[in-house]
């Protein structure tokens, strides 16, 4: 994008630089945009081992019908914690806080964020709403079973620890408001000069679309979640029928936030796939201006779509068909940017590599996923898929394979810049085949299951089911088995790989232009960008 | 390397923290905001009830109350001129005049929620579940809405203290006020979160 | 960088009016509120609130004097609360 700006061979990289502290603590008590990247790095890739654990379990438990390894309290609790794992330790946190802390600032030519003190007060909320949340597992009246959606009436009736879990989600939520903050304020006052808005790599634009979302999106669940906290603990009456109260309302404050949060989730994963792309197709992005506005749109639109998710909820009918118009709406952008991703490969010569096969799965699992959310968009079958298996198999296609495979495919391209090493390709190629292999076999099945009538969240059924359950409880230790080779991998190559190059994938963006793994401040000076971000001519 | 600690630049941006403070104010603003769509929600389901439920709180407190903060706000703005022509003892003053109303409001919201609840007008009380849904939730609302804007009030006191004792030590001067500046948004907050508590809560009976 | 320190001063006598203005906005909406309108006695009052919240945003809130940027984003952050709760009542309005 601008001259070379490499400073010179000898000086430290962020992993190795000396500070204040030694030890864990240069560490945990680190400003540098990039160390807290790796901070959120490890935590998560901790919590995901516990997640994937828990839904492998469930998987087990599935298997066939009847009493296998668990019984339904236990499952309860296992789908709930499952929940609240995978989706406020995991996705929210996800792409943003790993690589849009280690990436945002480099690849707008900054030397960190706006806020490094508070980028690094994110992460400690983060840990210590993990840690409360972790909690009620294991003290007062047993892990919560009202699953991650923390229903009224039932999250302040039942005798299970909801305190904690709830106080926990709160304190997330913070967390993911701060990071927000921070990134949009670092885009606005601290692009590189003569980066313009329409000069900024697309990975950086969805963040800020995110952060957005992060900010007008959260608090809306905050304080739902602190009337939740009022109502257990003073009895008030807001979402309790018998005191005047309406459940109903609690769904919708809820949706309001965790509708958008989908967004949140899926937004700086497509920033990604956006950023690997051009670079294995050696080709302007299609449509750099369309990408944006999409992303504009999809955070925009998809914040006014949260009944969707209560379509069997007893919503007056006008409602009703607002929120499937607005929903079919929101595909719209969505199927803009497929279409943007497809003719950047068109007749480009295309380099095969790992990040990409990555990407090219993370389109075709997200357009599965997408086409089934319309399904269950369309008001008269949501009716019969509502709390069916195909809402399980829709939303793990996209949250787990939308963002995790574009979570998993920016971490194979970003890999050489943020360790300074290659990983073995060809373990990496098997995982991801492994990977994706067992993806599809999980979750198809339960596509089958939920149209035939399978309910969620039961740890049992009748036998007719039995033949799904079993190809998908089998994709799930074949899915398991990827994910185990991927992060092996790289581990391992962290640790020991071959050394990188400053650039080994022939990219455009910024953070090419700083050496492998990058110094602590990134660049010896402040870049002046001319050219666009994916100017390959 | 000269590093000392895990950011060495020493990098001041005045705007960037107003648009960080703004932005925090965003989402104060979306946390009452879900606080008013459940009032309208279940004002438009309880309409009686609602208004004769608001008929038991005191106007004349709450006007005070409203008087008292509107003149807080202004003490604080005023205190940002202050300090911009450098008279940092009038800014102080003027600080110390905005801690005063702040605790003003507070001592009226003691009295106030006290002979309510002396009443037994509380969360779960009794009394209120005899008067039925209607005035449960209205004082559900009434003292979750304004027991969370006086938990703001509490946070801008501390805030305006230690905002204070740096106008004294004189690490905010006028050419370096950013941190009086997003202090004295956050209070007008405050103050604009109230402007609409007070007419939903005591006006329209 | 460049702007910091650079800023409007608003004079003290501003700041008096515009207290002044916000007291009598309050007063007329109690007086007003005290009289049987009806349904309008919310729409008045919201109104009145309106006008001063507006009031404290632009002349306490500096919006007057800020980039513009700020006010755009204001006015986008109003936009989303209105248009939750608008979108919320279609549920509520019509079941």
Do not use: C
Not at chain 2, 88 to 98: C, Q, R, S
Not at chain 3, 41 to 66: E, R
């Amino acid at each position: 994008m601008s001259e070379n700006h490499t400073r010179s061979v000898d000086e430290p990289s962020y992993l190795k630089y000396k500070g204040r502290y030694r030890g864990i603590f240069a560490w945990i008590f680190s400003t540098d945009h990039k160390r807290i990247g790796l901070l959120y790095l490890w935590s998560i890739l901790t919590f995901f081992i516990v997640g994937a654990i828990l839904g492998l379990l469930m998987k087990m438990e599935l298997i066939s019908p009847g009493k296998n390894i668990m019984g339904p309290q236990t499952y309860n609790g296992f789908f709930t914690l499952h929940g609240i794992i995978m989706i406020f330790l995991i996705v929210i946190p996800g792409l943003p806080a790993v690589f849009g802390n280690f990436f945002l600032p480099i690849m707008i030519g900054a030397k960190d964020v706006a806020f490094p003190r508070l980028n690094l007060t994110s992460w400690w909320l983060y840990l210590l709403g993990a840690f409360v949340v972790l909690t009620s597992q294991f003290t007062g009246g047993g892990p919560p079973d009202t699953g991650w959606t923390f229903y009224a009436p039932y999250s302040f009736q039942t005798p299970t620890n909801m305190l904690p879990a709830v106080t926990g989600a709160f304190i997330l939520g913070f967390s993911s408001i701060l990071t927000g903050l921070n990134f949009i304020v670092t885009i606005h006052r601290m692009r590189a000069p003569g980066m313009g808005w329409f000069k900024m790599p697309l990975f950086p634009w969805s963040l800020y679309a995110t952060g957005w979302i992060q900010v007008i999106a959260t608090p809306i669940v905050g304080v739902t979640l602190l009337m939740i906290i009022a109502e257990r603990v003073l009895n008030i009456g807001f979402f309790n029928p018998a005191l005047g109260g309406d459940p109903i309302l609690y769904q919708h404050l809820f949706w309001i936030y965790s509708h958008p949060a989908v967004y949140i989730m899926i937004l700086p994963a497509m920033g990604a796939i956006s950023e690997i792309i051009p670079t294995f197709a050696r080709k302007t992005i299609f449509g750099y201006k369309a990408i944006i506005v999409s992303t504009i749109a999809i955070a925009f639109v998809g914040y006014f779509v949260w009944g969707h998710h209560m379509f069997t909820s007893g919503m007056s009918g006008v409602a009703l068909y607002t929120f499937s118009i607005l929903t079919f709406l929101v595909a719209i952008p969505s199927a803009i940017k497929v279409f943007n991703w497809v003719s950047t490969m068109h007749k480009a010569s295309i380099i095969l590599k790992t990040p990409f096969y990555w990407a090219v799965s993370f389109i075709f699992v997200f357009m599965i996923g997408g086409f089934s959310g319309l399904v269950l968009g369309a008001l008269a079958t949501n009716v019969h898929l509502h709390d069916t298996h195909f809402v399980v198999a829709h939303f793990h296609f996209i949250v787990f394979g939308g963002t995790g495979f574009a979570f998993l495919g920016a971490m194979h391209y970003w890999f050489p810049k943020i360790f300074g090493r290659k990983y073995d390709a060809g373990w990496a190629n098997i995982g991801w085949i492994t990977f994706f292999i067992g993806f599809i076999t999980l979750y198809v099945p339960m596509f089958y299951l939920g149209i035939a009538g399978m309910p969620r969240r039961y740890y049992d059924y009748v036998e007719v089911f039995h033949g799904g359950n079993i190809i998908s409880s089998f994709g799930s230790i074949i899915l398991i088995a990827g994910i185990a080779i991927v992060i092996a991998n790289l581990v391992k190559s962290a640790i020991s790989g071959e050394k990188a190059d400053q650039n080994p994938w022939g990219g455009r963006t910024l953070e090419w232009e700083v050496p492998s793994p990058p110094p602590l401040e990134n660049f010896d000076e402040i870049p002046h960008v001319t050219r666009g971000p994916y100017d390959y001519s | 390397m000269e590093q000392t600690s895990g950011n060495t630049h020493i990098h001041r941006d005045d705007e960037a923290s107003k648009i960080g403070m703004w932005l925090f104010i965003f989402t104060e603003m979306l946390l009452f905001g879900g606080l008013f769509i459940v009032y309208s929600i279940y004002r438009y389901l309880h309409p009686v009830a609602f208004e004769l439920a608001a008929g038991e709180l005191d106007v004349a407190v709450g006007t005070a109350n409203t008087v008292i903060l509107l003149i807080s706000s202004m003490t604080i703005a005023m205190s940002i001129t202050a300090m911009q022509k450098g008279n940092k003892k009038l800014t102080i003053a003027l600080l110390g005049a905005t801690l005063f109303l702040a605790l003003a409001f507070l001592v009226n919201k003691y009295f106030e929620w006290g002979s309510k609840i002396s009443h037994g007008l509380y969360p779960g009380s009794d009394r209120l579940h005899e008067f039925g849904h209607g005035d449960t939730l209205f004082f559900g609302l009434y003292y979750f809405m304004t027991g969370l804007h006086a938990l703001h009030i509490i946070i801008g006191l501390v805030v305006i203290a230690f905002v204070m004792y740096r106008v004294h030590r004189e690490m905010v001067h006028s050419t370096k006020f950013a941190l009086l500046e997003n202090t004295g948004l956050y209070w007008h907050l405050v103050d604009l979160i109230w402007i609409f508590l007070f007419p939903l809560f005591y006006l329209v009976t | 960088m460049e702007n910091n320190g650079k800023h409007h001063i608003v004079p003290y006598k501003t700041h008096i009016t515009v207290l002044l203005g916000l007291i009598v906005l309050t007063a007329l909406s109690v007086a007003v509120t005290s009289i049987e309108l009806g349904p309008l006695t919310v729409t008045v009052a919201l109104v009145l609130a309106s006008a001063k919240a507006l009031i404290v945003l632009i002349y306490f809130m500096h919006l007057k004097f800020d980039n513009i940027i700020y006010s755009i984003m204001v006015a986008f952050i109003i936009f989303s609360i209105v248009s939750i709760i608008v979108i919320t009542f279609l549920d509520y309005l019509f079941r």
